[in-house]
């Protein structure tokens, strides 16, 4: 009856370094263990498979033919595991859709909607973001108030936004006065056009009615 213990991994990993730097030092930086854990290893492997990987004269280390044909093989095996793993997270990357909103939008709107999305779609994780690292890599779709120019992102418009201003009758005992600084509000804002229209409005009235009462 043949054995098919494995031997454990570890001491497979260190070996295999060692092996293709023929160097335990060397083998120990890139694995980030000390030159004594990686002899460690490899002596342990020796011991349970029962012959010499290495040669060692003093310092120095050779490895031997049976060591050779081992390292080989154990390189592909590394490869085939690395290779299968990396498609296992490109097939896992492919079923995430992940969503960058603003946080209003978000918990308002798109939140509430997205239970019959992931229903019909159970196989796809769905990442809600609100932060605002909405550009960075990883977002698929990002749904923001914009004017949709964004270079090397496909835009398209998802709801026109509708809205009205209100102001207390009590605000500035009633006056309109208030009028005259918010220009400067709309200015931070100079994607809201309708908002600064409908404000320009507001204060050329305004100065017409004040100029009335001069007149008079």
Do not use: C
């Not at 939008?105 to 509430?112: E, M, Q, S, T």
């Not at 006056?175 to 404000?199: H, I, T």
């Amino acid at each position: 009856m043949s054995d098919s213990r494995l031997p454990h991994f570890s001491a497979l990993r260190a070996f295999e370094a060692a092996a293709r730097h023929e160097n335990f030092s060397r083998a120990a930086e890139e694995l980030h263990l000390t030159h004594g854990a990686i002899s460690h290893q490899v002596r342990a492997l020796e011991r349970e498979l029962g012959l010499a990987l290495f040669e060692r004269h003093g310092k120095q280390v050779r490895i031997t033919a049976a060591g050779a044909q081992y390292a080989r093989q154990l390189a592909k095996a590394f490869a085939d595991m690395a290779a299968a793993s990396a498609a296992l997270r490109r097939n896992a990357v492919h079923q995430r859709l992940t969503i960058a909103a603003v946080p209003a939008f978000a918990a308002r709107w798109l939140a509430p909607r997205l239970g019959g999305f992931i229903e019909r779609h159970p196989a796809i994780n769905v990442v809600l973001q609100t932060g605002e690292q909405w550009l960075a890599d990883g977002v698929d779709v990002a749904i923001r108030r914009a004017d949709g120019a964004y270079p090397g992102w496909l835009v398209a418009p998802v709801m026109v936004e509708v809205g009205d201003q209100a102001v207390s009758p009590h605000y500035h005992d009633g006056s309109k006065g208030y009028l005259m600084l918010l220009p400067a509000v709309a200015e931070q804002r100079p994607q809201v056009q309708a908002f600064r229209d409908w404000l320009q409005e507001e204060v050329t009235l305004y100065q017409r009615q004040l100029a009335a009462r001069a007149s008079d």
